[in-house]
């Protein structure tokens, strides 16, 4: 799982070069947009299709696992997209439906990935605790109270999940790290936004 405090912190940047980066080592990835509020991976990808089938269409039961599972080609991972907001996310991610996605995933591939709401914006981040195995937290820089950042690995911990660690995102350049690399996204793979390795 891979979440963040507050909006704006890259957590669906880092979900999908964790993504990539896993595939490109030969892993059967499957990616999971699960932030209903507020989607992102679609756009990250630029895989707006009109005829595609979405995360709602299965959990509204309009479509199978089958139909909203898409093979990428070209990044050689597996995706579930969301499209359109959902206001009454909660239900639909504490769902039957929800659980036996992440089931049918962790029983066919090798990670599943999920890029999950803040954790300050609802509480469907924590509900989604109970279907992961481990969690990383997206702290960008100088964005986040400290005290806001220390309650949400609290509540991670506190889930019985294993808490994976910190990654610190978007340094900036006064920043004294900056020796590493200046403004980038430090996890795995590669930025998409500008094509760094």
Known sequence: MVTSVAENEGKSSVAANLALALAEKGRKVLLIDVDLKKPALYKVFE???????YLSDY?????????VLVYE???????VFQEKSIH??????DSPEMKALVDAGRKKMDY???????MSVSSD???MLKMADNAVLIVRQDWTDIRAVNDASDTIRQAGVDFTGFLLNAFLKEHPWTSL?????YGYGRNLDSGEV
């Open 47 to 53: 895989k707006r299709e009109e005829n595609r089938s």
């Open 59 to 67: 959990l509204d039961r309009k479509a199978g696992i089958k139909d």
């Open 73 to 79: 080609k070209k990044e050689k991972i597996y995706t």
């Open 88 to 93: 009454n996310a909660t239900r639909y991610l």
């Open 112 to 118: 599943v990935i999920l890029d999950t709401p803040p």
């Open 125 to 127: 981040a924590e509900l």
């Open 181 to 185: 690399r200046e403004h980038s996204y």
